[in-house]
């Protein structure tokens, strides 16, 4: 196990691989470094078109491609909801506890991405504040008005199919109480 035993990989519920806590973690525990390839720019974005997810941002010329087999910590999982935070420090990207951890929880922390091309990277945490998507916390309220469009969209879909040959009535007529809201 990397780190002095503070954690273990093993089959995980978000997935794959995850990472889980060995020992209870208390909050600002340095939990694994993110070691990598340092490339440039222009290679980072090469990489990044092919598919490498695993690529973090170091300063303006410099990116880190942790996408190698000697970096376990590669096997941490995306939470919107996390309980560390990868931090750039003096001697390199750490995963850093933001909380305390029990014994067994899995390592997670929230990959920051952006917004574009969102639908390709669907989260799976499962926890009750998903956002559904893997995106930096900045971008939650903007992704959950979103998914309420969607959802909203889905049903009048749904609707227009179970009655193809009636017409949607509006809100006004079919609730006429809310007349006056409206």
């Known amino acids: 196990m990397p780190d002095d035993n503070k954690i273990f990989f093993k089959a995980s519920l978000i997935h794959g691989v995850g990472a889980f806590a060995a020992t209870g973690l208390n909050r600002g525990t340095r939990v694994i470094q993110y070691v990598g390839e340092t490339i440039d720019k222009r290679e ?12 973090f941002y170091l300063n ?15 096997f941490i999982n995306h939470s919107c909801s996390p309980n560390c935070n990868a931090e750039l420090t003096e001697s ?3 995963i850093i506890a933001s909380r305390d951890i029990d014994v067994g929880e899995e390592i997670t922390f929230n990959y920051g991405y952006d917004l574009e091309d969102v639908r390709d990277h669907p989260c799976h945490c499962r926890l009750p504040d998903c956002v559904g998507w893997i995106v930096a ?10 998914r309420l469009v969607d959802k909203l969209e889905a049903t009048v879909r749904e609707v227009d199919l ?5 017409q949607l009535l509006p809100l006004c007529v079919r609730s006429p109480a ?4 409206v």
């Not at 980072?44 to 690529?55: A, D, P, T």
């Not at 942790?66 to 590669?74: K, L, V």
């Open 178 to 181: 809310l007349i006056a809201i």
């Open 60 to 74: 303006e010329q410099f990116d880190l491609d942790g996408n190698e087999e000697w970096n376990p910590a590669r």
């Open 92 to 94: 390199g990207i750490w």
């Open 162 to 166: 179970k009655r193809p040959d009636e």
């Open 44 to 55: 980072s974005n090469r990489r990044c078109e092919v598919g490498n997810e695993c690529i």
């Open 137 to 146: 916390e900045e971008f939650f309220a903007h992704v959950r008005a979103n």
